[in-house]
Structures are given as C-alpha cells and as structure tokens.
C-alpha cells in the first residue's frame, strides 16, 4: 500500500509530489495524459511562452533606439510552436527524470476512486489495474466549459487547450468568444502573430472580472484597438453555422462575423465528472466539497486546485497540495488561507493584483485612501522603453494600512509581490514610502505612489 | 530667504526637491552643471540604457525560438548614444517643467557655503551672487578617482563619466582598469556593442566587495570568459605610455597592453573640495560629517549622498534626501538606518544582494543556513529564454530568521525586493515558503529555495 496515491500531475499534484518525495514517503501518481497537466502543457506556461515572444515581437519595433539595424525576415507562428514544445518538452522531461530517480510509480491513465483507499486506473488499451494508498489526493484540475451551443470541434471550433497544444498554423481570422483573462491573453498573442482577431464579451467590458479595476480594462480596451483587435462588447452569440470552410457568427446585437476559426473561452468546469464511486461530496457545479483542511467527507481523501471550489489558478493548486500534504504527514492542522493571493495576465500589457480594489473595500464597508504613479517617469522604464504602465496602491483610510494593489505594466508579475508581502505584513503607507529600494528599479514606483499620502500633494 | 537651499540635484538633491516642494516650502537649488547630476546624466540611469539595449542585443542571438527570422544589419553605439542621449533628456526636462512648474528657482552655477545661512553661486560667466536659506542641504555627489598616474584626458583616458556622457564611438580596444561594479557593467557594453575589451583588477576577482560571494564572481568570470574579455586578475598597471595614437599600459606581472582607450574604473570621492569656508567638518577622506539626522556641525545645515560616509548609491541618496528634510521640516528627529539597502549590478547577467552573505553572517558570529535554486526549470525563466541565474538565501540557523538574499539572474534587481521586506518583517524560512507566489513568475524561486529547509532535501 502506497502512503499516498495522487491523481493528476498539474501544478497540484505536482507540489504534492514534491513534497511527499521530500517527505521520503512512498508515492504514486496516476496522470491520464502528459505529465504537467493542463498548466504545463496546455495552458500558464505555453501561454506564457507565446506571450515572451508576442512581446519581443512588439519590442522589436523598438530597438532602432538602441542602436540596432535590422530586416524582418518573418515572424511565424509555426516556428514560434516548435520551439514552444520544446521548451515544455524540456520541463516536462525534467519532471519524468525526477520521477526515474526517486523510482516513483506513474500509472498512465484515468484514475477512479472506487474505495476508500482504492484507486482503480482505466488505461489506454482499456485494461484496468488497481492500487491502494494509505491517502489519496484528487487533483484532476478542469476542463474547458462551452456557450451558446458552440461545441469544440477542434477544428473550426477549438478550446483554449486546442489553440495552446494543437495549433500548427494561425488562421488568418479568429474569433474569440470570451473577453475573460485567458481571451484577452490568447487573442492579443493571435493578434501579433498575424491573425485577425475579433472579441465577442457579452459584458460590458474586457477582463469582467470583480478584482480588475474599471481603470484597468479601458486601459486595455485602447491598446486593442490600437492593435487593430476588433472588440465587440455587451454581445452574445445567437446563432452559428459552418460554411464554406468558414464559420458564420450571429450575434445578438443582429451584426455577423465571418471567421476561420472560433477560439472559446468562457471558463473552465472541475473535472470530476466520474472521479469516484464513493460517494465523495461535490457541491451542484461538480466542485468537490472540503473542509478547511482540504480533506474530503473521507477522512483520507484530500483534494486541491481546480477541483475545490477556490480560486482558478495554478498557484492556488499548488498551495493547496502544500497544505493537503502537511495534513496528512506533518504534525499539525493547517488551514488553507486565500488572503493573500497575487495574479497576473498577460495580454497587450502585464496586469498584476493583489488585494482589494477600491470598490471591492467600499462593498466591504472599508473607507480608503488610494495613490498612483505612471511608469512614465520612472527612469528604469525609460531605459528599458517600455514607459506604459501604472501602479494603483489601495490603503484603509485611518490607519494607511495597504489593503491591495494594481500594478500595470513590465514585471507588473513580479513586483506585485513585494506589495503581496506588504499586505502580508500590514504595512503602512509610511513603511512602503520609507523603505529603500534600488535605483533605478520599477519597484521604486512604490515610493512615489505614496508621496501624496505620507508627504503631501506635488500640485 | 529661501526655507531651503539645495546645492546638487542629483537623486539627493532632487528627492529633497520633491520633499520641499509637497511640503510647499520656499525652496531654491543650485546646479554647476546638467539638472539629474551625474546619476541622471553620467553614471546609473545612462548605464542601464546601454545595459538595456546590450541585453536586447544578446536576446536577438536567441529569438528565432519565438518564429522571429531577421537580418541583422548593423549594431552602432553611435546611434544608441543618440537615443540614449534622447531618453536623458525626456527625464531631465521632465524635472526643468517641474522646477518651471513650482517656480522654483535654479542657481545655475557652483555653490560655495559662505556663512551659516548663506551660499555664493559661483557663475560659468565668473560672477558671483549670494542667496540665503534657513536650512541648506549639500548634495553635491562625488567625482571619479585616479589611479597609478592614470590622469584622465578624455582621449586615452576616459572617467566613466566621459564613457556615458561624450563617447560617441567605441574604441577597436578598450581596457577597463578596475573590476568592480562600474568596469564590469560599462566593460560588458562595451563587448556587447563591439570593442575587443580587457579588464585589469588588482584583487584576485571581479568584484572583489565583501557583500558579493564568490560564487557570484566565479559565475561572472565564465561569463565574461565565454563573451572574449580578457579579464587579468591580481595585477595593476605599473606605468603607461602613449605612442602612436595607442595607449601602452605595463602590467605589474611584466606583461603590456596597447589599447586604443583606457577606460578608469577605480573608484569615486565625495565632491567636497571648495564646498564652504564657514568649517563644516569633513573626515580624512573628504566625507563630510554627520550625525544620525543627517546634520552637519552646523544645526541648519546638512548633508546627503555621496558626499556623506555611507554606501555609495544613489537610492541612498534619495534615502538620506527624505530623512534629512523630514528632519529639518518634519515633526519627529528621524534616525538614517541602513540595515536594508538592496543593491545590485547589471552586467552579463543581473545581481542584486540586501542584507548579509553566508560569509558576512560568519564574521559577525552568527550561524547560517542557506537555501539554493537555479532558475534552470523556473517555467517563466523557460518562457523567456533567460534561465542562467540562481537565488541563495541566508537564514539565522536557529530560528530560520531570514539576513540576507542574492540573486542573479533576469529581473535579479526587481525580485530581490521581495525578499527585503522579508528581512524587513524578519520573516522565516517557513513563512516565505507558504506565501503564496503568482505561477508562473520568477518570484517561485523563493519557495524553491525554502524546500530543502522547510520540508526535507529532495536527494
């Protein structure tokens, strides 16, 4: 019997991985697919490998101004995906060599709980093979979800999976149904690539998501249109027929779009559809139910990431495979925490949070003071050509304690989190203002941001 | 009377320009040469505009991983001069609208301390005009130092100054004589940008400065090695000739080399020479004498920056800057406290370092542990094709306290913040490993390099 069997390989099964190896525990994984996950393969890290170079493509635009001449010979998306693959294919490998080295078992295909400690494994050629685990971890993650009766075809129709492991060639137009973090994210990247890209929002603007500021999504919507993304906004999809080797789009507003291809991405469902005959809890969209301590209504059985009702992202999975693990083997009762939870997107700009915006603390019955600094004078930001972008700090009004953040622009990913750990450690506006960061960095944009409130007002 | 009389606007000079202005004093400044002094214009903000484009002229070597096919066609210093020189100017004008703007007086002109509440502007005409202040702040910054002989004559031998402010075209050959941070920053560009470059260094490494490990200088040294600079170590130049249009520099080893140029990188001295004739107190070195506050031995007047005995940056300028005018203005006596300077360098790859190295805790009697990770399989460092650096942190062993961080590598220089509010909020080991961090971003590291200490060693 294994101490611990864990199904799925995605940043949560992963990190619960690492920390049962650390542990010297003895564990198996079961993965239907590649090793990685979703994260690894399909989604974070090969968006994130088309948006560096989506990026170098712009900055290219650039680097006259660094002395550099130049001719553009051809920018294609094709090479750009070989090299993609080889990138995952590296860390995909290093994670199987890990795996050879600590001789832990990997049982390809899909895992179904079918006793308290009894995982049953349905593989590929269809036989079935069972193994037992002292504790088992559910971390199966989730799967695209569809509108309007738009059904991923993979071919005229495709998931944001199809677009970020499948797709050789761009088309020539493709239209994104969802203004959400991964439409803005996968469309700006077809965009500079070469495709021409529509968005369908059926809200009233990009990124419609209550953490993002209004601030923030204008922002956006301006560099799109600029990029020549055509955005249409308070729309829906009505109808839609193939034709002619192109797909034909009514929207509700009567107006149609003629594209290659639709990419879809209108959020994403746990995967938990036949995960178990148990009877462990799910809750009525298929999230399956846990306590504080991440454990399910079996005692043994945990579960983290995209299969938890939490927010739906990799870092937060692998926090929670972190938290499951130190409960099942560590000493004490960990609970999870989401208080402090920093993302970022990656679309026309970086766009990171943390926190509370301004109109999430006013919800919440919280007075507050906020600052802001543009990029535009900030010296390494110049150097670096790359002047686009704010910094919004958010502070409880009587004490000017930090209560969230906004950062827009270059390594918005990054310095989000020395906010993160401001947050974190209750500072107030007067600790950031004093501190002393680096010149010329970008994280000194958190000095000036609270110039107005600890000094004073400049005009 | 002025409320204020700021001599230098340089990054102290300007910050307490900034602080007055919000503080709406009546505030004056004098200036001998370009509004920025020599950050802005001669040393940290032009450096890393070089530094910025030699990057980007590294990264070109590496973008065709993007689907990016060019033809390279030419690299010229000679044009990034020109946009550097632009990039200056945008930032230095930005400061004249303000100054404009304010209605604040600029004395253009050196300024020497003639009584208590008094400054002479010495004019570029030769005249001479006397104003009068409450309170005066010197922030005069510091001037480069010489070494064996070497006299700079702007032609064969430049200050790094003449590098960033007048070299309009590289030399065939420099020689860099000096190791440290600036000859290893301003050597690098030079290589990158075309100039067959060497560097002598008297010590036995590159930055031979007590908070940089070895491990980092061993690093560099390959680095340098694969770029083809001739690095010679544990040697100074004995004497030097010009002959032929060339210069000839005698090696203490008995070796010679001819260069077209010789670049001095041996160190910086506060400009401090005709500053007052009123008896403010300098020590031996020509530092001007402060106490906590920042005053010198007259109560109205202080001293910020480079021309005081504390690290030479320029961020500690700005630092000193606020302490000092909230000190003259403010409601509280304000202690200058430099238990957390992050630094760093930008050279072939980016290092930045706060708080103690494993050898400095050492010395201090304080027991270590450290926490290593490369950013070999950082999935955002993969994505970026950037994945040479690594991160040590250093903990107090007993309570896993963290003291200190280095970390080279891309945005080295943003990232290593973080982990100064770490030290800042004298967070553990334990504590920075379950923060939750954004996947995927550089910023992970952090966790990574906790494992080993928090849960267990992996082999």
Known sequence: MYDLIIIGTGPGGYEALLNALRLKLNVAVVEKSKLGGNCLNRACIPTKYYRAGSHTIEKLGKIKKYGIQFELKSISFKEAKKYKDEAIGFLRKSLSQLLKAKKTPVYKGTGKITGKNRVEILKEDGTKETIEGKYILIATGSVPTSVGGLVPDGKYILTTENFMEDLEELPENLTVIGGGVAGCELGYIASVYGSKVSIVEIKDRLLPIKSISEEVSRNLMRRFKKAGIDVRLNVYVKEHYVENGKVKLVL????????????????????????????????????????????????????????????????????????????????????????????????????????????????????????????????????????????????????????????????????????????????????????????????????????????????
């Open 252 to 459: 509700s507003d009567g107006n149609e779009i003629y594209t290659d291809k639709v990419l879809l991405s209108v959020g994403r469902r746990p995967n938990t559809d036949s995960i178990d005959e148990i009877g462990i809890e799910k809750d009525e969209r298929g999230f399956i139910k846990v306590d504080d301590y991440l454990r399910t209504n079996f005692e043994n059985i945990y579960a983290c990431g995209d299969v938890v009702n939490s927010p739906m992202l990799a870092h937060v999975a692998s926090y929670e495979a972190k938290v499951a693990v130190e409960n099942m083997f560590g000493k004490k009762n960990k609970k999870r925490d989401y208080s402090i939870v920093p993302w970022a997107i990656f679309t026309a700009f970086e766009i990171a949070h943390v926190g509370l915006t301004e109109d999430e603390a006013k919800e919440k019955g919280i007075d507050t003071v906020s600052g802001y600094y543009p990029y535009t004078y900030n010296e390494k930001a110049v150097d670096e050509l790359e002047t686009e972008g704010f910094v919004r700090l958010v502070f409880e009004k009587d004490s000017k304690q930090i209560i969230g953040a906004t950062v827009a622009g270059i390594e918005a990913s990054e310095i989000i989190h020395v906010m993160a750990y401001a947050i974190k450690n209750k500072m107030t506006a007067q600790e950031i203002h004093d501190f002393i960061y680096f010149h010329p960095s970008l994280s000194e944009i958190f000095v000036y941001a609270t110039y107005d409130i600890v000094v004073g007002k400049l005009f």
